[in-house]
């Protein structure tokens, strides 16, 4: 599969939750050298938007969350041997066109951002709503896109 999917918990296999819990701590706890309790209870309601590539590698992965009148997504990522392809842009633009399929009652969707892919989220119409602020000693901003 090359193109993006969501799944609800139940829906996933038990390899591709590894290969996701695998590539979040990877990137999110070993790579950016963050100790936090990366597993969390909102793996359990979430949207997860997973690519995986023609040998069923988990390339990309983002996760939603649905928070009444908006929604969240977190956990953007791509795996390190998949970078420098364009999947980023790939996989927030399936997020977002995921969070407002499914949720459509949402009037906006929320992300925290690291500070340094600010432009990044910009360029899909993110607008910053906070100070940079530190996160498991990570610069951080809170971002909002309106959808309604």
Known sequence: MTEFVSKNFDQLTTNELFQIYRLRVTVFV??????Y??????????????RFDEARRLNAYAR??????QVRIGRVVVAPFARKQGLGRK????????????????????IQAQAYLQEFYASFGFKPV???YLDTGIPHLDMVLPIQ
């Open 37 to 50: 309790q990366e597993v969390d209870d909102l793996d359990l309601t979430a949207q997860h938007v997973v």
């Open 130 to 132: 906070s100070e940079v």
């Open 64 to 69: 939603i969350m649905d928070e009444g009148s």
């Open 91 to 110: 996989l927030v633009a399936a997020a977002i066109a995921t969070a407002q399929q499914d949720y459509p009652q949402a009037q906006q969707i929320v």
């Open 30 to 35: 070993v790579e950016q050298v963050c100790a």
